[in-house]
Nanobody, 117 residues
Framework: QVQLVESGGGLVQPGGSLRLSCVAS????????MGWYRQAPGKQRELAAQ???????NYDDSVKGRFTISRDNAKNTVYLQMNSLKPEDTAVYYC???????????WGQGTQVTVSS
């Protein structure tokens, strides 16, 4: 089993910044990638950013240049630094961990990010 615990969400004004954290515990040696997905009201969950065990990153076009994903292997933590936030970034953000064997992925409980003036 893998447990993922997110923190760092909240309310921020447009143009502001937030940093999300996700701490992984349990059988983390099997994880090959971690990422942040987001789900806005009435929309499907979508990938915002992902980082592999080797440090390769991938971003959705809508967040490129504004969001940065990073990891601290010593702390088993993945971060999402979000700058220049826009109202359309408002969503529940979920931490995700992927494994090459079943179960193929785990999810955190989600953290709300609201961008509003």
């Amino acid at each position: 089993q893998v447990q993922l615990v997110e923190s760092g969400g909240g309310l921020v004004q447009p143009g502001g910044s937030l940093r999300l954290s996700c701490v992984a515990s349990g059988r983390i040696s099997s994880i090959y990638a971690m990422g942040w997905y987001r789900q806005a009201p009435g929309k499907q969950r979508e990938l915002a950013a992902q980082i592999t065990k080797g440090g390769i990153t991938n971003y959705d076009d809508s967040v490129k240049g504004r969001f940065t994903i990073s990891r601290d292997n010593a702390k088993n933590t993945v971060y999402l630094q979000m700058n220049s936030l826009k109202p359309e970034d408002t969503a529940v953000y979920y931490c995700n961990a992927k494994r090459p064997v079943t179960p193929y992925e785990y999810w955190g409980q989600g953290t709300q990010v609201t961008v509003s003036s």
